[in-house]
């Protein structure tokens, strides 16, 4: 039912085709920029002077055109009652919200602004949808958006078949059906194991994975926040540098530069700090590559972390770092796949789906399970 990268691919590269030659629909308004910078113009001298002006306004007034026309061209589209650019409809795919309805035009438009954020990851947000469970791309997660087959009804009935028999391995209550194979929405393997508890905490590489993510997301974060701090600062630290470079000697632009690293680094800190402990500590309980990977951080109690508690397992990273990063590594072979940080605070990095339906299998009978499990198959996406 869910699309992965490959057909996803074959759809973006039919619509680049078609975003490019209605480009050059475009380009009589190119021109009449052009036409109306440069006219006038009586002489070759005047014209080189005006024409490095225009050709800026033109080539900016084409970077604006293109990023509406793409914004409308995949919002419109996604939203309207094909489901889909022209691309996926060509190939077969529609784009449904978790209920497997048509999107909003409002989260439509969310999910096209989120591609900037797949794009940021040096395009590992396209390419999680490769190996993600739903086939979700980074900014399908983030607009809660899903890319299915619409010529795929069968899923969806053996979808139906395998809940109808995990209820019935449910209902019965026996050993012998302990085993039972679990459908694919739980994200583990069998009852036992959803009852145990097992599959629930992230390893070594997909936690490196979210790292990576966030990784890159922080650094253009942090690019930005300097950039607009240095626009604001820089007659301050001007001010300072020279005032520095007098006291001590040194050369004023040496002092300034040193002055600027100052000011990197300090912003560098306060932004990942406020990133991971914040979002950690809110309702997501996780960065935005903890959830592009399915994992949320829990404290031993499977329980959303406090301020206090994210707070220490952000400083506790300087512990895992310290012994040549062994505090990260110890992730993939310990039972609890905990890295020194989690075992500090006492703290745990789950998979969110596995962790939910294990709560619900501990606490609920089969009757109230049944009705749980069918409204969450009910909210995952259909055919179209």
């Given amino acids: 039912m869910y699309v992965g990268f490959w057909r996803r691919l074959g759809a973006y590269l039919i619509d680049a085709l078609i975003i490019g030659l209605a480009g050059y629909l475009l380009l009589p308004v190119y021109v009449v920029v052009g036409a109306v ?36 061209y995949y919002a419109y589209m996604e939203a309207s009652v094909f489901h889909g650019t022209i691309g996926k409809v060509a190939l077969g795919l529609a784009v449904v919200d978790e209920n497997g309805e048509r999107l909003s035009f409002k989260q439509a438009t969310a999910r096209y602004w989120s591609k900037y954020l797949s794009v940021l990851t040096l395009f590992v947000g396209f390419i999680m949808a490769g190996f993600t469970r739903n086939k979700q791309a980074l900014h399908d997660k983030i607009a809660s958006t899903f890319v299915v087959d619409r010529r795929a009804p069968e899923m969806s009935r053996k979808r139906e078949k395998e809940v109808e028999l995990f209820v019935e391995a449910l209902e019965s209550d026996s050993p012998e ?55 604001f600062s820089i007659p301050v630290m001007a001010v300072i540098g020279a005032a520095a470079s007098q006291l001590t000697g040194a050369d004023s632009e040496e002092a300034f530069e040193n002055i600027l690293l100052g000011i990197i680094m300090v912003v560098s800190l306060v932004v990942c700090w406020l990133y991971f402990v914040c979002l950690e500590s809110s309702k997501l309980q996780g960065t935005f590559g903890k959830l592009a990977v399915g994992a949320i951080v829990t404290d031993s109690q499977r329980e959303r972390i406090t301020f206090a508690r994210a707070n220490g397992r952000f400083w506790s990273r300087c512990l895992s770092a310290l012994p040549v990063f062994m505090g990260y590594i110890m992730t993939g072979f310990t039972e609890s796949k905990q890295a020194l940080h989690d075992r500090v605070p006492k703290t745990y990095v789950v ?9 619900i299998l501990q ?22």
């Fill in 37 to 72: 910078m440069l006219g006038g113009i009586t002489s070759l001298a005047e014209f080189e002077n005006r024409f490095e002006s225009a050709l800026g306004l033109v080539m900016n007034v084409i970077t604006y055109l293109n990023m509406v026309w793409l914004w409308l």
């Fill in 177 to 231: 059906t302990s085993g039972a194979k679990a459908p694919f929405l739980f994200g583990a393997r069998s009852l036992r194991e959803l009852l145990e508890g097992r599959d629930m905490n992230i390893g070594f590489w997909k936690r490196l994975l979210a790292y990576v993510i966030d990784m890159v997301l922080l650094i253009k974060a942090v690019h930005i926040v300097t950039m607009v701090l240095m626009i």
């Fill in 363 to 384: 606490q609920g009978k089969p009757s109230a399970m049944k009705i749980s499990l069918q409204k969450d198959m009910d909210n995952q996406p259909g055919s179209v």
């Fill in 351 to 359: 998979n969110r789906e596995v962790l939910k339906w294990s709560c």
